[in-house]
């Protein structure tokens, strides 16, 4: 065998590895940062290749939330993004939030702004606030 025919075949099986078959594809619409962005992935993708494809499409960094309806505790993390979970979610907004450049691996305020105290605890820590005798700047 020669060496021209080994690198030949070898070319061959890579082309074959990286061209993926003509499958059929699913799409979705979701809104980060205002934008709207279509992501397509596989008919039989996972949560991994689900959650993958939004990061790609758009520019997520680390884990995010999908949130959906009207109420602020809607939301899927996105190892619970599949493909049953987004066939239930058919017809509404749905937004990403998560990871960027200054939260890497989530939105921590959006998650702790969403959550709201009960009256009388929500007193009590109005009562507990100290209020500074001078004015500070």
Known sequence: MTEKSRTSRTKLKKQEETEKPNEELESITVVYNGKEHTVKFPNNADAKVISQSIKHETGVKGSFYVH??????????????????????????????????????????????????????????????????????
């Open 68 to 137: 959906f309806g009207e109420k602020s505790n809607n939301y899927l993390h996105c190892s619970s993004v599949t493909r049953g979970n987004l066939a239930k979610l058919a017809g509404l907004s749905l937004e990403v939030r998560g990871g960027n450049e200054y939260n890497k691996g989530g939105d921590p305020f959006w998650y702790y702004n969403t959550q709201t105290l009960k009256p009388a605890v929500q007193e009590k820590f109005n009562a507990m606030k100290i209020v500074p005798f001078d004015k500070p700047p």
